[in-house]
C-alpha cells in the first residue's frame, strides 16, 4: 500500500522535505498558514492547503487521521509546534516527524511523545565542524549524546596497513564498521584487510575515542 505523507509547515526546511518526497513520488499533503507558501507548493505536493494546525477542528477536517507519517515543519512557533504534534498524537498519528528548534523544545517533544525529534542546524553544524577539523572527514552522525559514526577517507598513515597493523579497536576504542571501496562496500571487514589508497572507513565509537582516532589517524 502506498504511504501518505503530510508537512506542515513550508518554510526552507519542510518545503525541502515536501519537495524531496514529492521529486520521489510520495503522495504529501503541504500545509501552511501562510497562502503565499501554499501557492508556491500546488504544483509541488498532491495537495497543498491554507491551514492552522494548532486547530484540531481544522486537522480534522483535514483527514489528517489517515496519513502515516506526518513532519512539523513549523519553525520559529515553538508553541504552535508543540501544539500541533500533541494534538496530532492525540488523533493517534503512527508516526510523527518534528524539527525542534532548540534543546528545550526538543526535550518538550520528546516528553510529550513524537517519534523522531530533529535538529537540523545544530546536526549540520556538528557535521561540519567534524568536516572543518579535518578535511578527510566526510560525514558524522550522531548516535547518542556521546557516540557518533564517522566516514573518513584513509589516509596516508592508513594504506597498506591492514586493519589489526593499525590496531584501531585496542587503541582507539573504535571499529571500523564497514570500508567503502570505489563501487564496493565492504561490510564487517576482517582484522586482515588491508586499507588501500582511496579507501572510506565508517568508524563507530564513544566521542572522545573517535577524536583520538581523527587526530592520530586521519
Ligand atoms: P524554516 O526555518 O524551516 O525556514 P520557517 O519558520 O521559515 O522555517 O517556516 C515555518 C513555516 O511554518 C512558515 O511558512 C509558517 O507560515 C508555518 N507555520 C507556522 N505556524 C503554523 C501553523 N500553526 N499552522 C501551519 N503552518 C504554520
Not at 505536493?45 to 489528517?64: N, P, R
Not at 530533529?118 to 560525514?139: F, Q, Y
Request: with cysteine; net charge negative; hydrophobic share 40%.
Amino acid at each position: 500500500m502506498k504511504k501518505e505523507f503530510a508537512v506542515i509547515g513550508l518554510g526552507r526546511f519542510g518545503g525541502s522535505i515536501c519537495k524531496e518526497l514529492s521529486k520521489e513520488g510520495w503522495d504529501v499533503l503541504a500545509i501552511d498558514l501562510d497562502p503565499d507558501k501554499v501557492n508556491e507548493f500546488k504544483d509541488i505536493a498532491s495537495h497543498a492547503v491554507i491551514a492552522d494546525t494548532t486547530d484540531e477542528k481544522v486537522l480534522k477536517e483535514l483527514g489528517i487521521r489517515n496519513i502515516d507519517h506526518v513532519i512539523v515543519a513549523i519553525g520559529d512557533n515553538i508553541q504552535s509546534s508543540i501544539l500541533t504534534t500533541l494534538m496530532l498524537k492525540e488523533l493517534g498519528i503512527k508516526k510523527i516527524t518534528v524539527k525542534a528548534q532548540n534543546d528545550y523544545h526538543e526535550k518538550v517533544l520528546n516528553k510529550i511523545g513524537a517519534d523522531h525529534v530533529v535538529h537540523p542546524e545544530r546536526d549540520m553544524g556538528k557535521r561540519i565542524a567534524h568536516s572543518i577539523i579535518s578535511s578527510n572527514v566526510l560525514d558524522y552522525l550522531e548516535l547518542s549524546d556521546d557516540h557518533s559514526v564517522v566516514e573518513v577517507k584513509a589516509g596516508l598513515k592508513m594504506s597498506g596497513n591492514s586493519l589489526v597493523d593499525l590496531d584501531i579497536r585496542a587503541k582507539y576504542g573504535c571499529n571500523v564498521v564497514a570500508i567503502k571501496r570505489g563501487r564496493e562496500v565492504i561490510v564487517s571487514p576482517m582484522a586482515t584487510e588491508e586499507i588501500v589508497d582511496g579507501d572510506i572507513l565508517i568508524v563507530i565509537g564513544a566521542d572522545k575515542d573517535i577524536s583520538r582516532f581523527e587526530k592520530n589517524l586521519v
